[in-house]
């Protein structure tokens, strides 16, 4: 059965610092698009950033986490990090992990075919 689970939320005051862990089971992810995506009360569900299969080559961030935020990876425990900096109110969410295989639409939830449950971030101001 393959799992996604997150783990590394909390409640931080606004400037500081989390890091999210995804740890991946059931099959290997090495070769698959690893994204975050988050969710706030209310809204939609929205793309944060994605690394590729390998963390040599360049992953992707929303403009809002640009130089806030950084994913790695680690195939070998089949676990991806999502380390945010500088957290703000406006990054108070849930944040989910997911994994493709194709690497396309790679900003878009409807791309990804396995998701984790989600872990609570909340900055406070």
């Known amino acids: 059965q393959v799992q996604l689970v997150e783990s590394g939320g909390g409640l931080v005051q606004a400037g500081g610092s989390l890091r999210l862990s995804c740890a991946a089971s059931?099959?290997?992810?090495?070769?698959?698009?690893m994204g975050w995506f988050r969710q706030a009360p209310g809204q939609e569900r929205e793309f944060v950033a994605a690394?590729?299969?390998?963390?040599?080559?360049?992953?992707w961030y929303a403009d809002s986490v640009k130089g806030r935020f950084t994913c790695s990876r680690d195939n070998a425990r089949n676990t991806v990090y999502l380390q945010m900096n500088s957290l703000e109110p406006e990054d108070t969410a849930v944040y989910y992990c997911?994994?493709?295989?194709?690497?396309?639409?790679?900003?878009?939830?409807?791309?990804?075919?396995?998701w984790g449950q989600g872990t609570q971030v909340t900055v406070s101001s």
């Open positions: 997911a994994a493709q295989p194709l690497g396309y639409s790679v900003r878009h939830s409807y791309a990804y075919d396995y």
């Open positions: 059931g099959r290997s992810f090495s070769t698959y698009i």
């Open positions: 690394i590729p299969w390998s963390g040599a080559l360049t992953s």
